[in-house]
T-cell receptor, first 112, second 118 residues
Framework: AQSVTQPDIHITVSEGASLELRCNYS??????LFWYVQSPGQGLQLLLK??????LVQGIKGFEAEFKRSQSSFNLRKPSVHWSDAAEYFC??????????FGTGTRLQVFP | GAGVSQSPSNKVTEKGKDVELRCDPI?????LYWYRQSLGQGLEFLIY????????KSGLPSDRFSAERTGGSVSTLTIQRTQQEDSAVYLC????????????????FGNGTRLTVT
């Protein structure tokens, strides 16, 4: 069955610190992987996506994610977090014509 | 241009009543999703329409939930005999193509309908 696990419900970091948000997926075919961000009071926005090729993908706002097939993971990273990055982050998996399934999300809090 | 439009933005209903939630996707988008967002549950998939294919209803939580998409455009999510556990924000999203389609486009989300069942 298609599923996404985000094991961290809530993460707190200091501004300027590095960040890694974990995502593990289960999918029976070639996965298409995504990270979306939901800022307070706003809709969801695509950060980045992985379809094929280079397993390290770059996204907007300085985020990157690495696809590791052996670990069924697609962790999101940022070298230096800004206060404006405080939001909820959702990992998602889909297929060629398959639906997009989201994880339960990780809420990021940034301290000055 | 216009984004995904959902109505109503807020709906308060009594337990046992039926409700209809409406979604107007972006014109030309073939894929349309309904998700439910509640505290601690993330984005729960409900139903997926893709072009003229039969919808994927595997996420609908019970037979009280149904959805249709008329003419490949507007979609209505109906919840019959509402229960308190149905209280949540119902999000609609559309995209130009399937997730892995050649013409990739991200999902465009509406602002949601906040449903409160009293």
């Amino acid at each position: 069955a298609q599923s996404v696990t985000q094991p961290d419900i809530h993460i707190t970091v200091s501004e300027g610190a590095s960040l890694e948000l974990r995502c593990n997926y289960s999918y029976g075919a070639t996965p298409y992987l995504f990270w979306y961000v939901q800022s307070p009071g706003q809709g969801l926005q695509l950060l980045l996506k992985y379809f094929s090729g280079d397993t390290l993908v770059q996204g907007i706002k300085g985020f990157e994610a690495e696809f590791k097939r052996s670990q069924s993971s697609f962790n999101l990273r940022k070298p230096s977090v800004h206060w404006s990055d405080a939001a909820e982050y959702f990992c998602a998996v889909g297929g060629n014509t398959d639906k997009l399934i989201f994880g339960t999300g990780t809420r990021l809090q940034v301290f000055p | 241009g216009a984004g995904v439009s959902q109505s109503p933005s807020n709906k308060v209903t009594e337990k046992g009543k039926d409700v209809e939630l409406r979604c107007d996707p972006i014109s030309g988008h073939t894929a349309l999703y309904w998700y439910r967002q509640s505290l601690g549950q993330g984005l729960e998939f409900l139903i997926y329409f893709q072009g003229n294919s039969a919808p994927d209803k595997s996420g609908l939580p019970s037979d009280r939930f149904s959805a249709e998409r008329t003419g490949g455009s507007v979609s209505t999510l109906t919840i019959q005999r509402t229960q308190q556990e149905d209280s949540a924000v119902y999000l609609c999203a559309s995209s130009l193509a399937p997730p892995g389609g050649f013409l990739f486009s991200p999902l465009h989300f509406g602002n949601g309908t906040r449903l409160t069942v009293t």
